[in-house]
């Protein structure tokens, strides 16, 4: 997963801009990936997932890549608007146990107008 | 509206006292999750359900119990809890194991 310090990665763009999230990993077993996105005082909503036999794949003004070589995923966010402000969390699994979901600490995106 | 709705938001208890929290998701979903959700750490998954019967316990403390009495409501039991138990206690369901998870939006549990 990201960076688990004790401070949040952030990232603060204009709007109109794209975004770009990027997480790490450390297990080359994973094979199924899903990034969330948490507003404030609500729970995780789901945003796009992606499998290991893919390496990329688009949603409605997101992509998700995946490079397995350096064990990388990343969301881009089109035209970033001010209600994608939240945190953003990778989580991954391997195996057959795909609800065995391993998160990271999350991105803190900040759009400004 | 998430479909999956979570009571009570906000609990405050000693800690002797015992609550219960609940979670009902009206997506149709057949596995249910209980996750912890710490400051600074990453989500920590507690319990899983799947057709009611469960799947994973992990490393949970006893004073915690979850119970599943249909596809549609999750609870977990509070008992004897410690300080360091607060924290937001999350909700999920999915269709099948293999599906994304769905959140609710949480519990925040304070601890005297």
């Known amino acids: 997963g990201e960076s688990v310090g004790l401070h949040l990665p952030t990232l603060s763009v204009q709007e109109g801009d794209n975004s770009i999230i990027n997480c790490a990993y450390s297990?080359?077993?994973?094979?199924?990936f899903i990034w969330y996105k948490q507003e404030s005082g609500k729970g995780p909503q789901f945003i796009i997932d992606i499998r290991s036999n893919m390496d990329k794949r688009q949603g409605q003004r997101v992509t998700v890549l995946l490079n397995k070589t350096v064990k990388h995923l990343s969301l881009q966010i089109a035209a970033t608007q001010p209600g994608d402000s939240a945190v953003y969390f990778c989580?991954?699994?391997?195996?057959?146990?795909?609800?065995?979901?391993?998160f990271g600490k999350g991105t803190l995106l900040t759009v400004n107008p | 509206e998430t479909g999956v709705t979570q009571t009570p938001r906000h609990l405050v208890m000693g800690m002797t006292n015992k609550k219960s929290l609940k979670c009902e998701q009206h997506?149709?979903?057949?596995?249910m999750y209980w996750y912890k959700q710490s400051a600074k750490k990453p989500l920590e998954l507690m319990f899983v359900y799947s057709l009611e019967e469960r799947v994973e316990n992990n490393s949970v403390p006893s004073r915690f119990s979850p119970e599943c009495p249909n596809s549609s409501h999750l609870f977990l039991h509070l008992h004897t809890l410690q300080p360091e138990d607060s924290a937001l206690y999350l909700c999920?369901?999915?269709?099948?194991?293999?599906?994304?998870?769905?959140f609710g939006d949480g519990t925040r549990l304070s601890i005297l």
């Open positions: 989580a991954e699994t391997s195996g057959g146990s795909n609800y065995k979901l391993t």
């Open positions: 997506l149709g979903h057949n596995a």
């Open positions: 297990n080359s077993a994973s094979d199924y």
């Open positions: 999920a369901s999915s269709q099948g194991l293999d599906q994304p998870q769905h």
